[in-house]
């Protein structure tokens, strides 16, 4: 069973930092595309960032210059950095690889989603 486990969230003031880590475990082939998704209460899942197993990025504009996503491809992890926080990043952030596993001698793909993360910034 694939599971990804971030940590990492919690209360920090406006202009503050946070970093969020995701570790993906179980019968893991191989991981493509990694990312961090967040849902404000009454609105919808957004992008915030991703990384491509080569680590090419991509960034929401609304956290460009103020969020860093990187990989370690060796321990299947995922980070988000996120300085100069926000209000308005008041977030759960959820942790999403698209990654192949074994399911007995079978290869499956997967898009497969952590439990989500809370992020507050509020003074």
């Known amino acids: 069973q694939v599971q990804l486990v971030e940590s990492g969230g919690g209360l920090v003031q406006p202009g503050g930092s946070l970093r969020l880590s995701c570790v993906a475990s179980?019968?893991?082939?191989?991981?493509?595309?990694m990312g961090w998704y967040r849902q404000a209460p009454g609105k919808q899942r957004e992008l915030v960032a991703a990384?491509?197993?080569?680590?090419?990025?991509n960034y929401a504009d609304s956290v460009k210059g103020r969020f860093t996503i990187s990989r370690d491809n060796a321990k299947n992890t995922v980070h988000l950095q996120m300085n100069s926080l926000k209000p308005e990043d008041t977030a759960a952030y959820y942790c999403?690889?698209?990654?192949?596993?074994?399911?007995?001698?079978?290869?499956?793909?997967?898009?497969?989603w952590g439990q989500g993360t809370q992020v507050t910034v509020s003074s």
């Open positions: 179980g019968p893991i082939f191989s991981i493509n595309g």
């Open positions: 999403n690889a698209n990654l192949s596993a074994w399911r007995g001698a079978n290869l499956y793909r997967s898009d497969s």
């Open positions: 990384i491509t197993s080569g680590g090419s990025t």
